[in-house]
């Protein structure tokens, strides 16, 4: 990307922004007595906090480690959305995985927000619910009715603000507007700049082979098997993140909401009894080279994501006792399944070389019209800087019923409605001169499991074991894959069109194909699992179906870790409805 505009555009952007009651200091809080203690200020976080606070007479504390989004462009901007994801940045935590087996001992980024709205600020934008499958199975297995499609999907319509798309183009035929939510604090809408060519063939194919590809009007339903338009957490030409909407000014302003930037929590702290079960009283955070201690009277709440909520857990003293007795951490709860069950997206990008201009390399690779684009957008919020580089579509995809891969491991889907492959086509591709296209290609529904895991240092990165392609299902299922690529391009819409393969893979046996992905593949970054839901009295999982911890008084997860299998889906669509209903449930606990 080009600076220089980048610099210009910062100027513009910061002119009349204030913090409102975003505290940088420690020092200027008014207290560190609060009722409800939040741990996060990311994509479940803000939800929770703005949910709680509409009760005027309880107060609530958020701790977020990064700085503010505000003026943050590369946030702000769709289209430079790709920046924030690159393998280091001030609004990243820079997290690295472990060497993964299943990648032939590559150890890879893993890309997670540092900054207000965490990734919610920070992620592709790509909004997607999951199957209705998805839901109904997470009922299944907690036991709880509540978290089945039918009875989360208000949620879903309680989180949104469908928004008409930045060039307001005619959007009948892209979307179904009976299924989405228009009074919600995150906007959702179609792209608000257009890739005529290149859309256009992705229709056609779906028209050409209708019964490998059919096109699905929309992925939102409960029924997302097909291809069809994206949806992105974009409004009116820029990023909608749990930052921008659940902690816009009018609310951030009431008086018992706070928010401190820079705080980055170790442990919780304070242990008492209550009711027979251990319960804490305060979160000990770092701020500058000074440890703090905030005090919750009712509730504290981690919703620092499927990464730093576990690692919380364990430098708390919840966890594996065996583990936590060899780190020296005394053990306050027993619970083996802290930091277990994670299970994530594995990505394979797929790049072809295009005989088309109508590509994102047309701005990327062209100073003048990258800089007419971001004149444009920061004039009047239109033009290619509204368009998310994640893509134009998506398509949800099967195995076939009766694949050869079903004789390695039986199948890991939640149910017939429910995809085993995000197909997400992309108008830009590789970092080199030309014009290209890619296809990512995810496998959504993954038999390996990996884990989080921590050192004797609070305040050192956790270990982070996604265990990619650990099993020999998820390698023989993502070959497939490539196969239904292969299919998808082979269709007349492309003929003319596509060029050179970055990665031949058509050229290849099985073996080294196989091979190939392996050394190829990268982080869907869509963790889930880590202290996942189980029935209430299970002796395996880590919270009940109502988020409280097993075993502790006073404490709850909000957030991504506490889905028990990653869903088919992008997960902050979830992860807002997840924090939405897990307010509520608070709130009921409050009442009784």
């Known amino acids: 990307m080009f600076s220089p505009t980048l610099t210009i555009l910062g100027v513009l952007f910061f002119g009349g922004l204030g913090l409102c009651k975003l505290y940088e200091d420690v020092a200027d809080l008014p207290s560190l007595q609060y009722d409800y203690v939040v741990v996060g200020g990311g994509t479940a976080g803000n939800v929770v906090a703005n949910r709680l606070t509409e009760n005027p007479d309880v107060s609530v504390l958020v701790l977020e480690a990064g700085p503010s989004n505000e003026g943050v462009l590369v946030s702000e901007v769709p289209f430079l959305g790709n920046d924030l994801l690159a393998p280091t940045g001030p609004y990243s935590w820079n997290y690295t995985t472990t060497p993964q087996t299943g990648l032939n001992s590559r150890a890879i980024s893993y890309a997670r927000g540092y900054l207000l709205g965490g990734c919610s600020s920070h992620n592709g934008m790509v909004y997607s619910r999951g199957a209705k499958d998805d839901f109904d199975r997470y009922a299944k297995l907690t036991g709880d009715e509540g978290w089945s499609w039918d009875q989360i999907f208000p949620y879903f319509l309680k989180t949104e603000k469908w928004t008409p798309p930045a060039d307001h183009h005619d959007t009948r035929g892209q979307f179904?507007?009976?299924?989405h939510g228009t009074a919600g604090r995150i906007s959702v809408s179609l792209s608000g700049f257009q890739w005529p060519d290149f859309q256009r063939r992705i229709i056609q194919t779906t028209e050409e082979l209708p019964h490998d590809f059919p096109f699905n009007l929309d992925m939102n339903s409960g029924q997302p098997l097909g291809v069809g338009w994206i949806q992105s957490t974009i409004g009116h030409g820029e990023r909608s993140s749990s930052a921008t909407g659940y902690l816009e000014p009018n609310f951030i302003q009431r008086p018992n909401l706070d928010v401190l930037l820079h705080a980055k929590v170790s442990k919780l702290v304070n242990v008492t009894q209550h009711q027979g079960k251990p319960r804490f009283g305060g979160v000990q955070?770092?701020?500058g080279t000074s440890l703090f201690i905030a005090e919750a009277s009712k509730e504290i709440i981690l919703s620092?994501?499927?990464?730093?909520?576990?690692?919380?857990l364990l430098n708390s003293g919840v966890g594996d006792h065996s583990t936590l007795k060899a780190l020296g951490i005394p053990t306050v709860m027993?619970?083996?399944?802290?930091?277990?069950?994670s299970s994530d997206h594995s990505v394979l990008p797929l790049t072809w070389a295009v005989n088309s201009n109508d590509t994102a390399e047309s701005i990327t690779q062209n100073a003048t019209r990258f800089n007419e684009a971001s004149e444009q957008w920061n004039t009047s919020r239109t033009g290619p800087f509204v368009f998310a580089l994640a893509g134009t579509h998506a398509g949800w995809l099967r195995l076939s019923p009766d694949?050869?891969?079903?004789d390695i491991h039986p199948d890991p889907s939640p149910g017939p409605g429910a995809p085993h492959f995000e197909f997400l086509f992309l108008p830009s591709g590789v970092?080199?001169?030309?014009?290209?296209?890619?296809?990512?290609?995810a496998l959504v529904s993954p038999v390996s499991r990996g884990s989080i895991t921590i050192s004797s240092d609070p305040f050192a990165d956790p270990l982070i074991n996604p265990a990619y392609l650990g099993s020999e299902f998820d390698a023989i299922a993502l070959r497939e894959g490539v196969k239904l690529a292969e299919k998808f391009f082979n269709a007349p819409a492309w003929h003319g069109y596509l060029g050179a393969p970055a990665i031949n893979l058509a050229a290849m046996n099985a073996t080294e194909q196989v091979a190939t992905i392996r050394a190829n593949v990268v982080s869907g970054s869509h963790m889930v699992g880590t202290a996942s839901m189980s029935p209430r009295d299970a002796t395996y999982g880590v919270v009940n179906p109502d988020l409280t911890v097993k075993g502790i008084a006073g404490l709850r997860v909000i957030d991504a870790s506490v889905l028990p299998i990653v869903p088919g889906a992008h997960t902050q669509a979830a992860t807002y409805a997840v924090a939405e209903r897990g307010a509520d449930l608070v709130k009921q606990t409050r009442a009784t």
């Open 176 to 179: 179904n507007p009976s299924i």
């Open 285 to 287: 955070f770092r701020y």
């Open 304 to 312: 620092a994501g499927a990464i730093n909520t576990p690692q919380v």
């Open 334 to 341: 027993d619970l083996p399944s802290v930091g277990k069950n």
């Open 403 to 406: 694949s050869p891969v079903f």
């Open 431 to 441: 970092n080199m001169p030309g014009h290209f296209i890619t296809l990512l290609l």
